[in-house]
């Protein structure tokens, strides 16, 4: 009979240790990565014609940035997620990481020519330390947060909409909208989180670090977005 892995609250003490490490390592990896890469692009001057290109074309160039990061977002996360092979696994999380690296240019560039040299780091100390607020919080209470799964999906889909009709119709979200996304990536780490305890399975590690990747990342987009507005 084939042998299936137990889900994390049913594995002994050592192996649900073994999953969170190996999960939270995968996570601290594809940070590093995005960080290297977005280096990598600013540096061979490859982001800065991204970002004109982007910015250039108003509207339209961030609705094909969106589109594709939704597209690419989706094939990595199924890859993530895969049965068939670690190596797809893998695959997946590195595609997502090279999407967020390139979404990201446009508003990094912004950030480092118009914003101020302190506005990067401090919004990722602020969202360091918000994930990490929010993850103790689970860990600690171990408390189930999957009730909120149709509340995160109907909000996400809203704030799509909202984010399509503002490139659509050309209004600004405003710094309001920014918040409420913080919020809803606050939401998606303890939704996650606890999923990770209650549901993942132990050799899911990878889809758990891209679940836990996609949110930091929304997370550090949006508040880098308010830091931004107070310039």
């Known amino acids: ?45 490859a982001a800065e014609k991204v970002a004109e290109l982007t910015l250039g074309s108003g509207r339209l160039g961030f609705g094909v940035l969106l589109l ?14 895969s049965r068939t092979s670690v190596g797809m696994q893998y695959a997946g999380l590195g595609i997502y ?21 302190s506005v990067i780091p401090s919004a990722a100390v602020v969202t360091l330390v918000l994930f990490g607020g929010l993850t103790a919080t689970v860990l600690i209470t171990r408390q189930d947060f999957s009730f909120m799964r149709p509340f995160l999906m109907f909000a996400g889909f809203g704030a799509m909409a909202l984010i399509g009709a503002s490139l659509l119709f050309g209004f600004n979200l405003g710094v309001f909208f920014s918040f409420a996304m913080v919020a809803l990536a606050g939401g998606y780490i303890l939704f996650t989180t606890s999923n990770m305890l209650h549901r993942y399975q132990t050799d899911q590690h990878v889809g758990a670090a891209l679940a836990l990747f996609a949110s930091v990342a929304m997370m550090f987009y949006y508040v880098l977005r308010i830091f931004m507005s107070r310039r």
Request: hydrophobic residues 60%; negative net charge; without cysteine.
């Open 68 to 81: 594709a990061f939704i597209g690419v977002g989706w094939l990595g996360e199924r890859f993530a997620h």
């Open 1 to 45: 009979m084939q042998q299936y892995p137990q889900t994390v609250s049913q594995a002994p003490a050592d192996a649900r240790g073994a999953f969170l490490a190996r999960t939270y390592l995968h996570l601290l990896g594809a940070i590093v990565a995005f960080v290297g890469l977005e280096a990598a692009l600013f540096a061979s001057g």
């Open 97 to 117: 990481v090279v999407a967020e690296a390139f979404i990201f240019i446009p508003l990094l560039y912004v950030a480092a020519h118009y914003a101020g040299p």
